[in-house]
């Protein structure tokens, strides 16, 4: 298992040159650059000073000469410094020689982006586990069809159109919730758990929104999984064993139905921090997904290829997760009788 977790990890790295080297390809397949962008917000600015900016950044140079550069500062987790928001630091805090801070921006965004989607990805787990257990235990009578139609409703309704519904009812007929930002006016006034409260309160809708929208799918297929293992051979000879109704189902059952949700689970980590653009950008949240459309949107290739190159790497990470994940929860993978991959 060592030696297979070792060799693993080593052949991510290749994997994961192999990504950045054709991100970083792609993304200059794309016309225009930060000084276009510049210049459609500074009318007066020469092609003489673009020319001094493109110098600036190397982007006159060819773009193997620009991967080579970015590639050696990323050996060294240097990501550089972004183009467009006054030169901070793409990845992590720097400090100058007078001794000032500037906080990274990734650094800042990604707490908050995580925070949303772990417990937003909680909170769907702990409501579709339940609820596709009962559809396949209950399935064809009024428990699974009620689930069914809850989830042709939750497949039809666009996340957009539930969160402005949601920000209108709530925070601005019934004002329960703030519906933008993540902190009131008077925090800094506030004491520690004012604080939490009200950070709280302002995750509320931007959190709770996304689960509602991704519960039908985990339900689906919770509920698809547990009447595919209800259905096998081993489950009949247990239950003839005469073992009670909830052993079998939630220890036996259950256990092998939540197989194929560990590759779920491993695969969705990048929608970890890139998977909130929409909860972001209309609540306002300064979070990776904002940060990333934003980055985009001004040619900020350094920013960018920042958040790409961590969301590769999630991935990677993801998948070996899912592996571990998958030999923890499958003896056969552990001894040997199925060969790992």
Not at 188 to 207: E, R
Not at 249 to 268: E, V
């Amino acid at each position: 298992m060592l030696a297979y977790l070792i060799r693993r990890v080593l052949w991510m790295i290749p994997m994961l040159i192999g990504i950045s080297l054709i991100s970083f390809f792609i993304m200059h397949l794309a016309p225009g650059d930060i000084t276009s962008s510049e210049a459609a917000f500074d009318p007066k600015s020469s092609e003489e000073s673009r020319q001094k900016l493109r110098e600036l950044y190397h982007l006159d140079k060819p773009i193997i000469v620009q991967y080579g550069l970015w590639l050696e500062r990323m050996v060294h987790l240097d990501f550089g410094h972004s183009f467009a928001s006054h030169q901070k630091p793409v990845f992590w805090a720097e400090t100058d020689k007078e001794g000032n801070t500037t906080p990274g921006m990734i650094q800042e965004a990604l707490p908050i982006t995580l925070l949303m989607n772990i417990t937003g990805l909680m909170l769907t787990l702990i409501l579709a586990v339940p609820l596709g257990v009962v559809a396949a235990k209950k399935y064809g009578r009024w428990p699974d069809r009620s689930i069914t139609l809850f989830n042709f409703i939750g497949f039809s309704i666009p996340g957009f159109w539930l969160s402005l519904l949601l920000m209108y009812w709530l925070g601005v007929i019934h004002p329960w919730f703030p519906i933008s930002g993540l902190h009131s006016l008077n925090y800094a006034q506030l004491d520690f758990w004012q604080k939490c409260q009200d950070l709280l309160m302002h995750l509320f809708l931007p959190v709770v929104i996304p689960a509602i929208t991704g519960l039908a799918g985990v339900t689906m297929f919770i509920k698809n999984g547990m009447l595919d293992v209800l259905s096998q051979d081993y489950v009949t000879t247990a239950r003839a064993k005469g073992l009670s109704d909830r052993t079998v189902t939630y220890r036996h059952a259950l256990r092998n139905a939540l197989l194929p949700l560990i590759t779920l689970i491993g695969l969705s980590l990048p929608g970890l921090i890139g998977g909130s653009v929409i909860a972001e950008t209309i609540f306002a949240i300064p979070g990776m997904g904002k940060l990333f459309y934003e980055a985009v949107m001004m040619r900020d290739f350094p920013v960018v290829m920042g958040i790409l190159t961590i969301g590769s790497a999630l991935t990677l990470a993801g998948n070996l997760l899912a592996d571990l994940a998958y030999a923890w929860a499958d003896p056969r993978l552990r001894k040997g009788v199925i060969p790992q991959r």
